[in-house]
């Protein structure tokens, strides 16, 4: 079987002398979908941050595109194509949204403005709003600063943790409409959900986190069915 394109795998860690990750695993394809479920406190954000070289690793191993990245700071990790959206404070709330989105373009050299342009497609309510202090926007038009800000970097992988926290539910379906858009560009997206139905049912894989292990892992619609997996994680 080939290797994934980004693969964190059999990582081990957490914070001080307190292991928090036991042996878990993550990946993505290529311009797949990728979501990873579990109670609260079970590891997600920590396994994210271990992905994108926010934490040291006391075993296992990153890998993007077969390359061992494992000792990458996160900064090195975005110069080789990927973007974390953090789970809180990610976006400079007293920056305009078009200040934002420069930001996120910041390691480039390049002409950005294409960038923004695709940005502002796929969030047209940005471009309305682009002159305003991001921090006056809606829930869930902060969340698509931060999606477009990730995005400005052009990766390859766009890591997300619980995008749709606190939004509504029709706006939670907006944005997953728009992750599943910018997936079909062929970018991977990796994404820790709390709405756990909703995201499996656009996961072309699943991953259920419990205590810092992977308790469950399968396509999205094999775990939306397994009895088991509804009864303790999806709420029956
Ligand atoms: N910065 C930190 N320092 C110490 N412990 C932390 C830190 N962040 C999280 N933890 C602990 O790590 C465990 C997993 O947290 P987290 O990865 O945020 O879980 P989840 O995202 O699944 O809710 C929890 O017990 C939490 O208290
Ligand atoms: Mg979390």
């Given at each position: 079987m080939a290797e994934p394109f980004l693969i964190g795998e059999n990582m081990t860690g957490g914070y001080g002398a307190v292991d928090i990750l036991h042996g878990c695993t993550l990946a993505v394809e290529k311009g797949e979908i990728a979501v990873i479920v579990g109670p609260?406190?079970?590891g997600k954000s920590t396994a994210m941050k271990a992905v994108f070289g926010m934490l040291k690793l006391r075993g296992g191993a990153v890998r993007l595109a077969g390359e061992d990245i494992t000792t990458l700071t996160p900064q090195a990790r975005v110069a080789k194509g990927m973007a974390f959206v953090p789970q809180t404070q990610n976006i400079f709330t007293t920056m305009t949204v078009e200040e934002n989105l420069e930001m996120g373009a910041f390691l480039r050299r390049d002409d950005i403005k294409g960038t923004m342009a695709q940005v502002y497609d796929l969030f047209p309510i940005l471009k309305t709003k682009r002159y305003q202090a991001a921090g006056e926007l809606s829930g869930g038009q902060r969340?698509?600063?931060?999606?477009?800000r990730a995005l400005m970097t052009q990766p390859k992988v766009l890591m997300l943790d619980e995008p749709t926290a606190g939004v509504s539910p029709i706006v939670m379906d907006e944005l997953f409409d728009r992750i599943i858009e910018v997936a079909r560009t062929g970018i991977s997206i990796l994404m820790v959900e709390q709405n756990a139905r909703q995201a499996l049912e656009i996961a072309h894989?699943?991953?259920?986190?419990?205590q810092g292990s992977n308790r469950f892992t399968d396509t999205g619609q094999a775990l939306m069915a397994d009895p088991e997996v509804r009864r303790s994680f999806l709420g029956g």
């Open positions: 609260n406190g079970a969340q698509q600063v931060a999606v477009g894989k699943g991953y259920v986190l419990v």
